[in-house]
């Protein structure tokens, strides 16, 4: 059986959007057939019905009401679709047959712009990425802003891993054969995939040049053009049409700002806590007071990309210190900003013909507080400021013509009239007058005939079949004037005229409503084309109003929080006095928070160990130094008494224990792939923070990985990066003696009896132990536990008591003797020395003492070795059903490591 036509149309459609569900216009509902209905059904919990279709089933069906399809688009996108939307493209009282029906758009996560559903605080981008055998172009815009952005860079995943967390787009478009790992690690974090052949990122630069000018396509090298046309090709595709507010190309390379990697983003939680994943908890939580959400949107930006150019940075800084030194006048600046609407996205609706009239009413109310910005703004002397006033567009023409055109509180309909104001257009005018007038105009036409006349009898009246018409009575034909009146009808008792007033009246009113709504609707679309020509105009003056909101906004989070101007230097100097976290802070108690110092340099300082218990507030510490020179870096003042900051190229972190089952890696594993990436990419000029490295495999591999790492940063004359280095290896203090620039800090406790205050404060010296029993018992272990550990530990300690842990970093790399430590990775070897001690080494599988004797005559042991019984015994005993999947890889990382032994 063939499928009804209707049917055959929608199957028709659907096959050109197979990876869309398809919303089909059918009268008042948007209606989905087969699987798409009962996908959608599904995802916004709607009743599945069934549609005879020609088949011998009936096929399944969905559907929704026409005028509240955006708020299932809002849900339907949050969970990861595409919709296609088809319209009837033909007035149905009018088709011959079937009415004619076609997709006018597409919507997808990263091209939905609907500010109703989309975060008003942040971008919503759409990224393209495009390599070669060599390099790597990344694309991205934002359609409801009309930013775009592109770079190009030599081809590695870490450094486009970088990029996408610093955009978090939405949708990412790739090339078919992309590499399998990164499309793995995309989709791992949640952004949708859309693939595209080579020839949708080929050469063709059609669509480019019909989208930018040529200006702007000179910056471009041949592979961004390859992104930049994939993106433009995309968003045609699914917009069905040019977008005027995308018209500038910023072009910028990656050194341009400071790199901050993913792992950096989430450990510092610039934008997002690590646990709830919302901006409360977060960097951008305690610094965002912005009065617009373009101001929003811009601070998150800086926040993301932080300048590493010296000038740059000082500008805004100066811009802020008048701003702070005039606090009268950034509160007029910021009540001036409150009264602002989202003018990028207004312009990103008008753009996109998406613009209503209540739009254009919040541009005009915003566009009307322009002129006192720029007259505040008259008499500032920083560089920022005075560029503001001298560059901002008051916009007054716009502001006139929707002032004069538009009603203040118009309909969000823009099609059903009631839109433009009086006197704007005479036609409406009149239109207007008939539609609500109408009876009047009547009477008054009645008065006016019957006083011409003199004829009292004399009616206007009113038929369906006729319309209008002047009826006299027979016994006042006689007083008819002649020439003035066409009969029109003839009754038994009377005539009915017209004449050529009552025609015209007549079609006033009949034909008003439908008219003025029209003339309305095409006079808006006028005045809508109108302002599209200004649109680069708008999008310059919305960006100095985001700044300055941004500025204003550091200015008054400055007073508020007491926050001082930081000074900057490239002598890689971090001197910060009194230094706070700004976050932590403002989540206890006023005053509590400890402050604390901290000295950075390439020569003495260059490398801090910090040992001291744990929750004593040493990853605070450390996050809080990286935070304070981040925010020097954005332009803020910063949480402390008094600071110096060195010019930063990069921060990197390695804190925290995490694990990435689903790539198939340990705690361990993840904890040095990202040691790994720290060594490999970080400079002279990078800030690293480092904690517990080594703490997830066994006490002594631990120990000589760290102790490797601060060598290695320490040795390497291209790196010796400024380094916080936490630890509970308190061996490691024993390098402040033997290495350059390192230095031994300890955070103070204070025992009182049998408990252990934690002090919060750095102190120059390292610790000598970690207070983990009287940590257990703060988190609140059973009493019965704690004892008992209590005993355990006095007992390891007095077995213990006669051995030293040392470590000697002038062991040989490789020593071939079998009476030598092996170090060859690390140019380490430990040692534990004691008296009369039984080692186990395995050989051929039998038990036998073993001794070194050092330089020193002391006794130096081989450990790490176990007899080949013991491993069995080992494996055997493992119980792993008891093991969590955490457990189960970082022990089979253990056996394959001990078994490698043998």
């Known amino acids: 059986m063939a499928l009804s036509p209707m049917m055959q149309q929608y199957v028709d459609t659907k096959e050109k959007y197979k990876d869309c569900l398809l919303f089909f216009r059918v009268g008042d509902f948007y209606e989905m057939f087969f699987e798409d209905a009962e996908i959608t059904s599904?995802?916004?919990?709607?009743?599945?019905?069934?549609?005879d279709c020609g088949l011998p089933s009936r096929a399944p069906m969905c559907g929704i009401p026409y005028h509240a399809v955006n708020t299932y688009l809002g849900r339907l996108i949050a969970k990861g679709f595409k919709v296609a939307i088809?319209?009837?493209?033909?007035?149905?009282?009018?088709?011959?047959?079937?009415?004619?029906?076609?997709?006018?758009?597409?919507?997808?996560?990263?091209?939905?712009?609907?500010?109703?559903?989309?975060?008003?605080?942040?971008?919503?981008?759409?990224?393209?990425?495009?390599?070669?055998?060599?390099?790597?172009?990344?694309?991205?815009?934002?359609?409801?802003?009309?930013?775009?952005?592109?770079?190009?860079?030599?081809?590695?995943?870490?450094?486009?891993?970088?990029?996408?967390?610093?955009?978090?787009?939405?949708?990412?478009?790739?090339?078919?054969?992309?590499?399998?790992?990164?499309?793995?690690?995309?989709?791992?974090?949640?952004?949708?995939?859309?693939?595209?052949?080579?020839?949708?990122?080929?050469?063709?630069?059609?669509d480019l040049q019909e989208q930018f000018s040529e200006e702007e396509l000179s910056k471009l090298n041949d592979i961004e053009k390859a992104a930049c046309v994939s993106l433009i090709k995309y968003i045609k595709d699914t917009q069905k049409c040019t977008l005027s507010n995308i018209n500038k190309i910023d072009k910028y390379e990656i050194l341009d700002y400071m790199t901050i990697d993913s792992n950096t983003r989430r450990n510092l939680e610039l934008t997002e806590n690590i646990h709830e994943k919302n901006k409360k908890g977060s960097l951008l939580w305690v610094l965002d007071k912005t009065k617009t959400s373009m101001g929003s949107r811009q601070l998150r930006k800086w926040i993301e990309q932080p300048l590493i150019n010296k000038n740059e940075i000082e500008n805004r800084l100066s811009a802020v210190e008048e701003l702070y030194n005039n606090l009268s006048l950034n509160e007029d600046l910021r009540t001036a900003l409150h009264d602002i609407y989202d003018i990028e996205r207004i312009v990103g609706k008008v753009a996109t013909n998406n613009v209503n009239a209540k739009d254009l009413i919040s541009l005009k109310n915003s566009l009307k507080r322009i002129p006192d910005l720029k007259a505040l703004l008259k008499d500032t002397s920083s560089n920022k400021l005075s560029y503001y006033y001298n560059n901002i567009d008051e916009l007054t023409d716009i502001c006139n013509l929707l002032e004069s055109a538009i009603i203040d509180e118009p309909p969000m309909s823009i099609k059903e009239g009631g839109i433009i104001k009086e006197g704007y257009n005479s036609e409406v005018d009149e239109l207007r007058t008939a539609k609500f007038h109408g009876k009047e105009w009547i009477a008054a036409l009645e008065n006016q005939e019957r006083e011409f006349t003199g004829i009292k009898s004399l009616k206007v009246g009113y038929n369906k079949v006729f319309g209008y018409y002047i009826e006299i009575t027979r016994s006042n034909y006689d007083s008819i004037p002649e020439g003035r009146y066409i009969r029109k009808q003839t009754l038994a008792n009377a005539e009915r005229f017209i004449t050529e007033e009552l025609k015209q009246v007549e079609e006033k009113i009949l034909g008003a409503e439908e008219k003025l709504s029209a003339l309305e609707y095409s006079l808006f679309s006028d005045i809508r084309n109108a302002i599209e020509k200004e649109i680069q105009r708008m999008q310059k003056t919305s960006k100095i109003i985001s700044e300055l909101d941004c500025l204003t906004n550091f200015a008054y989070i400055a007073?508020?929080?007491?926050?001082?101007?930081?000074?900057?230097?490239?002598?890689?100097?971090?001197?910060?006095?009194?230094?706070?976290?700004?976050?932590?802070?403002?989540?206890?108690?006023?005053?509590?928070?400890?402050?604390?110092?901290?000295?950075?340099?390439?020569?003495?300082?260059?490398?801090?160990?910090?040992?001291?218990?744990?929750?004593?507030?040493?990853?605070?510490?450390?996050?809080?130094?990286?935070?304070?020179?981040?925010?020097?870096?954005?332009?803020?003042?910063?949480?402390?008494?008094?600071?110096?900051?060195?010019?930063?190229?990069?921060?990197?972190?390695?804190?925290?224990?995490?694990?990435?089952?689903?790539?198939?890696?340990?705690?361990?594993?993840?904890?040095?792939?990202?040691?790994?990436?720290?060594?490999?990419?970080?400079?002279?000029?990078?800030?690293?923070?480092?904690?517990?490295?080594?703490?997830?495999?066994?006490?002594?591999?631990?120990?000589?990985?760290?102790?490797?790492?601060?060598?290695?940063?320490?040795?390497?004359?291209?790196?010796?990066?400024?380094?916080?280095?936490?630890?509970?290896?308190?061996?490691?203090?024993?390098?402040?003696?033997?290495?350059?620039?390192?230095?031994?800090?300890?955070?103070?406790?204070?025992?009182?009896?049998?408990?252990?205050?934690?002090?919060?404060?750095?102190?120059?010296?390292?610790?000598?132990?970690?207070?983990?029993?009287?940590?257990?018992?703060?988190?609140?272990?059973?009493?019965?536990?704690?004892?008992?550990?209590?005993?355990?530990?006095?007992?390891?300690?007095?077995?213990?008591?006669?051995?030293?842990?040392?470590?000697?970093?002038?062991?040989?790399?490789?020593?071939?003797?079998?009476?030598?430590?092996?170090?060859?990775?690390?140019?380490?070897?430990?040692?534990?020395?004691?008296?009369?001690?039984?080692?186990?080494?395995?050989?051929?599988?039998?038990?036998?003492k073993k001794s070194v004797v050092n330089e020193d005559g002391a006794m130096q042991l081989d450990f790490g070795m176990i007899s080949k019984e013991n491993f069995i015994s080992k494996v055997k005993d493992l119980d792993i059903l008891t093991l969590t999947p955490m457990d189960a890889m970082n022990k089979l990382y253990e056996l394959v490591k001990e078994a490698k032994e043998f």
């Open 42 to 51: 599904k995802a916004l919990e709607l009743v599945l019905t069934g549609k």
């Open 559 to 848: 007073l508020e929080n007491s926050y001082v101007k930081p000074n900057l230097n490239t002598e890689g100097i971090i001197d910060i006095q009194d230094g706070r976290h700004p976050v932590v802070e403002k989540v206890i108690d006023k005053g509590e928070f400890v402050s604390n110092d901290t000295l950075l340099d390439r020569k003495n300082n260059n490398l801090l160990i910090i040992t001291g218990p744990n929750m004593a507030g040493k990853s605070t510490y450390m996050r809080q130094v990286a935070l304070i020179t981040l925010m020097a870096h954005i332009g803020s003042f910063i949480p402390a008494r008094e600071g110096n900051i060195s010019i930063c190229d990069k921060i990197f972190t390695r804190i925290g224990a995490s694990d990435d089952l689903a790539g198939g890696k340990s705690t361990f594993m993840v904890e040095m792939w990202e040691v790994s990436n720290i060594l490999n990419n970080a400079t002279s000029n990078s800030l690293v923070l480092l904690d517990e490295v080594g703490r997830g495999t066994s006490t002594y591999d631990g120990l000589s990985i760290a102790w490797s790492v601060v060598e290695y940063i320490c040795n390497s004359n291209n790196l010796r990066c400024k380094t916080l280095f936490a630890t509970h290896y308190h061996e490691l203090t024993k390098l402040e003696k033997e290495l350059e620039g390192v230095k031994n800090y300890s955070v103070s406790v204070k025992e009182v009896d049998d408990t252990v205050i934690f002090l919060r404060k750095i102190v120059e010296g390292g610790a000598d132990q970690s207070y983990g029993i009287e940590v257990a018992k703060l988190a609140g272990l059973p009493e019965k536990v704690i004892e008992r550990a209590k005993e355990i530990l006095q007992g390891l300690e007095e077995k213990n008591s006669n051995k030293e842990i040392s470590i000697n970093p002038e062991v040989p790399k490789e020593v071939s003797s079998d009476n030598e430590v092996t170090a060859k990775d690390t140019d380490i070897a430990v040692k534990e020395v004691a008296v009369d001690e039984e080692v186990q080494k395995p050989k051929h599988g039998k038990s036998h």
């Open 86 to 206: 088809c319209e009837q493209v033909e007035d149905p009282a009018t088709a011959k047959g079937l009415v004619k029906r076609d997709v006018i758009k597409v919507v997808t996560p990263g091209t939905y712009n609907d500010t109703n559903f989309i975060d008003e605080q942040r971008n919503n981008f759409v990224m393209s990425i495009y390599s070669d055998s060599n390099s790597t172009a990344i694309a991205v815009t934002d359609i409801s802003t009309g930013d775009f952005l592109c770079t190009s860079f030599v081809t590695k995943n870490n450094l486009i891993s970088d990029e996408i967390s610093k955009f978090s787009p939405k949708e990412i478009i790739l090339k078919e054969g992309i590499d399998e790992k990164l499309y793995k690690d995309i989709l791992y974090l949640g952004i949708m995939v859309t693939k595209k052949e080579d020839a949708y990122f080929s050469s063709d630069l059609n």
